[in-house]
């Protein structure tokens, strides 16, 4: 496993927990180094003054605290097992600018977006946030419990607000796929639709035709009966002055 990345969250330096390949002695046992100081070592120094109780337990249970709120990161090299523990010493406000300072080089150095969605200008102020609820827990354990508790709304509310990006990113991508199915559908209407409309103007060209055939035809037929029609009512109209002439002539010598 690669070893982790640097990080704006101050850590101790690491500690080697284990070796999977162990040195042992000629006889089979693994070397260990005596805790007891040989003989001649000369005198022994005096004991470090004792703090006292209740300062030792509120720093144990502030580093406790810490632990749990910033857990140690693992991580092996080789055969060996190193853990590396976020830093338990108080910090100034040098300390403050230096991590702003850092900040802001590491945003320039990986060339975090200003604006938008980044996720590396999101990791990036995640671990300078969590370096400040480290440097506030070392002061205020309940500050710290407070900070943690801030840290995981906005957490959630970012996943929150990534779900539903991503729903509705997939809510999106669906309506475009019913959409593009939605006008192959159409379009295929679209082409049945002008291939009746061409079938429907063939149609009414033919009968067209037709109409314009029957009423030529008909015109013909009406010219030629109104032909007819008058030829006779002339033949009648001779007849008729004929007869009238034939009458007049009768009735005339009566007289």
Known sequence: MIPPADSLLKYD??????????????????????????????????????KSASSEVTKQENEDILNSILPPREWTEGNQLWVQQVSSAPCTRADVICLEEL???????????????????????SQCFDELIRQVTINCAERGLLLLRVRDEIQMTIAAYQTLYESSIAFGMRKALQAEQ????????????ENEKQDLLKQLNEQKAKCDAIEKREAEKRQMEEKKYTEEIQFLKRTNQQLKTQLEGIITPKK
């Open 103 to 125: 900040l802001d080089t590491k945003l320039l150095q990986r060339e975090a977006r200003e604006a938008g969605i980044c996720p590396v200008r999101r990791e990036l102020y």
């Open 13 to 50: 330096n690491p500690v080697l927990i284990r070796s999977c390949t162990e040195r042992k002695s000629p006889k089979g046992r693994p070397l260990k180094v005596s805790a007891q100081q040989p003989a001649d070592s000369g005198p022994v120094p005096p004991p470090p003054k004792q």
């Open 182 to 193: 939605g006008k192959a559908d159409m379009e295929q209407k679209i082409s049945d639709l």
